[in-house]
């Protein structure tokens, strides 16, 4: 079964930028480098503390065709945003991915949120989270040591249950620098409220 669903916000589009998912071919890496640069610009111009300097303008923008390049050959992703507060520092990608509802909604969540997969240094930390504008969900923090990045992680998981198109959801991000990523739950969870069905697709 095909999953055609997309998700939309109304965060802040500076802050949370979608990131473009495109195939293979000479227009699809053209559009790709072309949202590159351009969201590149556009973030480095807010900076108000310091000139924008076209090397760090250029370095940004060859990470954010990178992993839009990279990201859709390595996970099955239907959108991926953006959070990048801060130019200046490391971005966190957010996968969103979809499939058809199965089985109870309590035991579904849980393994979406990832809250008995093996491999975590301790029990993740699961609670509920419904929104009004998706529905039921939950939320886990867990704390996992990377086999690729050898190092300890931390990943954040959204799950919901779409009643109304028959789908669960998936939003998650992970990284190793964990002090930041805790430290900005409360922004992750504003942001996974925020997120509705787009009715237009």
């Known amino acids: 079964m095909t999953v055609t669903f997309s998700l939309d916000t109304d965060s802040d ?5 979608a990131m473009p998912v495109r195939g293979e071919g000479r227009g699809a890496a ?6 590159a640069r351009r969201t590149s610009e556009l973030l480095w111009a807010l900076v108000d503390d310091e000139p924008v300097d076209k090397k ?11 992993v839009a390049e990279q990201l859709p050959r390595t996970v099955p992703v239907h959108q991926v945003f953006l959070y990048v507060p801060d130019p200046r520092r490391e971005f966190l990608t957010f996968l969103v991915h979809a499939g058809p509802s199965e089985g109870d909604v309590d035991a579904t969540l849980d393994e ?10 301790q029990d993740p930390e699961v609670i509920d989270f419904d929104t009004d ?3 039921r969900g939950k939320r886990s923090i867990r704390y996992f040591v990377s086999t690729k990045a050898e190092a300890m992680c931390v990943s954040v998981n959204y799950a919901w249950r ?15 620098d ?3 990523i805790t430290a900005n739950i409360d922004e992750f969870d504003e942001f996974a409220r925020s997120l ?3 009715p237009d697709i």
């Open 178 to 180: 964990i002090g930041w």
């Open 56 to 66: 760090q303008v250029k370095m940004l923008a060859y990470e954010l065709d990178s």
């Open 133 to 135: 504008r998706l529905g």
């Open 162 to 176: 779409i009643e109304s198109l028959g789908i669960d959801v998936i939003v998650r991000t992970l990284g190793e």
């Open 196 to 198: 509705f069905v787009n």
């Open 13 to 17: 589009a500076t802050v949370w930028p």
């Open 112 to 121: 979406l949120v990832q809250k008995n997969e093996p491999g975590a240094a």
């Open 30 to 35: 053209r559009d790709r480098k072309k949202w």
